[in-house]
DNA sequence: AAGCACACCTGCTAGC
DNA sequence: TGCTAGCAGGTGTGCT
């Protein structure tokens, strides 16, 4: 799935859920969904009978912050087509690819869904002065809570020959943007892909400021995006909408709802890019 | 040392 | 109809 809108959604959808409830047992049924740890026992033994404080987000990692004096956390990443399913009690029946089950004090349990096995959750234990885990010490700021100026996005781009589509994309430049939303937000802001970051001008950037504050809500408000394979669901298993909004992601060789000229691809990264030709210099 | 290519997986689709 | 190749929202590593 996911990309940051997703992500958001679904730590919206299981914050009040798990906020204050105990796990009281957790199973790991694929060992690769928590390959980070040392063991699975061990994320097993470190989150049995633990109380969640809260959840919290960086770029496109969900973190569940556990109470006590330890400041340990479960960190989850979604990968491709990781989802975090929330099921009533034990008897609902669970779907294919269910690799770690949490169960809570009140019956609930929460499901980590992972079909491609990109995803992974692991148990960390420090964090850095500024309260996030080490492990996403790496991270750039975050592109919703966190993003600065036209200013700051100039200072990430200068002196690079990388496209600024791959620069928008690299989570220590600027955490939470995937492939979706930085085509959506290039189209907003009238920037091609492939233009080298280093080359983009201070106005640009300020366009590209505007762009991601307006789209990064829009698409939370809209519940994410959920495309042609529909593997992004938020924590009750519905889809989003806001592939409906999409000016030009997975729509090349159709029309750019602005000028008409029709939308490109070009391969770029070992992915693809759509863009106007026509709206994006 | 920035910038690539590639590995890691499964499932769906387009095309033959 | 059935097979195969290609493609899909991700990150991390290792080579140049």
Known sequence: ???????????????PVLRGRTV????????RAVRRESAPEA????????????????????????????HDVVIVHLGMSGQLRVAESADEARLPHTHVVWTLDDGREVRFVDPRTFGQMW????T??????????????????????ATMLA???????VAVKLRLMDQTA???????????????????????????????????????????????????????????????????????HHAVHARAGRPCPRCGRTVARLAMG????????GCQR
């Open 1 to 15: 799935m996911p990309e940051l809108p997703e992500v958001e959604v679904v730590r919206r959808d299981l914050d």
């Open 24 to 31: 009281v047992a957790a199973e790991v049924g694929r060992d």
């Open 43 to 70: 994320f097993v033994a470190a989150l049995t009978g633990r109380t969640v404080a809260a959840t919290s987000r960086v770029g496109k990692f969900l973190v569940v912050r556990l109470e006590g004096a330890g």
């Open 123 to 126: 148990h960390a234990v420090a």
């Open 128 to 149: 850095d002065p500024g309260g996030r885990p080490v492990p996403l010490g790496h991270l750039g700021p975050d592109a919703l809570d966190e993003l600065g100026d």
């Open 155 to 161: 200072s990430r781009f200068a002196g690079r020959r």
């Open 174 to 244: 600027l955490a939470g943007l995937g492939n979706i939303y930085t085509d959506e937000i290039l189209f907003r802001a009238g920037v091609a892909p492939h233009r080298p970051s280093g080359a983009v001008t201070e106005d640009e950037c300020a366009a590209l400021v505007a762009s991601i504050r307006a789209v990064l809500p829009a698409a939370i408000a809209a519940r994410g995006s959920s495309l042609a394979d529909a593997q992004y669901v938020d924590g009750r298993g519905r889809p989003g909408t806001y592939q409906e």
């Open 270 to 277: 070992g992915r693809s890019a759509s863009f106007c030709p």
